[in-house]
Every structure is written in C-alpha cells, then in structure tokens.
C-alpha cells in the first residue's frame, strides 16, 4: 500500500518508498535483488548472462522491480533495477549495493535470498 512518499508494510509501519527492508518486523520489500542499472533491461533480454527479463512488476521511488528468469540455475527471480537518475549518483548505487549486502545476511523464512549484486 503506498500513501504519498510513504509505503506501508504488512505488520503496518510505515516506510519510505524504495525501502528495502521493513526494521519492525524484517520483511523484505524489494524481491531477489540484483541490482543492474535500469539502463540494460528490455524485456526478453537476458542480462548479466543468467537473468532473463519476463516482465515488470512494480515501480518504486528509486528504481523498478522486474519478474525474471534465472536461466542457468532454472528458477524464478526478482531483477530490482535502479532508475536512470539514481544509477548515475554514486551515492544512491552505494547505498543500493548495502541493502543488499544487508538483506543478503537475513535467514528467515519470510526473506527473500539474494543471489547476486551488481552496482
């Protein structure tokens, strides 16, 4: 549920838009992150060599999230890409990159996995 600058979790906290991970209850928001420049995708192109682009799914305040196929592992993945604007600041891939690095030390049934993180 998104109200304005602001989305709402699940367990009800409310969150910036582009949260990766709710700090109340440790959902992860954002899918199996990834993290290629939103510059690369089409859909039906495969990227990094491995993930195939199926389709968009969602968009946020600082990027979009993409259905996607791990062709050599044969499963299903989440792409989530940072917009044009961000993946040119620095700042914002670094800060992409950390989400990850920090969603990537979660084991919880209810946690995504994060196979893989480019910045």
Known sequence: ???NNKIVCQCGAVLEVGAVLC???GTVLSGEAIGVSA????VGKTI?????VVKL???????EVYLGRDVKLDRTVAI??????????K???????????T?????HPNIITVYDCGG
């Open 103 to 107: 969603a990537s030390g979660l084991n």
């Open 1 to 3: 549920m998104e109200n």
């Open 23 to 25: 700090l109340v209850c």
């Open 48 to 52: 990094v060599g491995q993930y195939e």
């Open 39 to 42: 510059n690369d995708f089409a």
């Open 57 to 63: 799914i969602g968009r946020g305040g600082m990027g």
């Open 80 to 89: 989530k890409t940072l917009s044009k604007e961000f993946s040119k600041d």
């Open 91 to 101: 700042e914002h891939k670094a800060r992409f990159v950390r989400e990850a690095r």
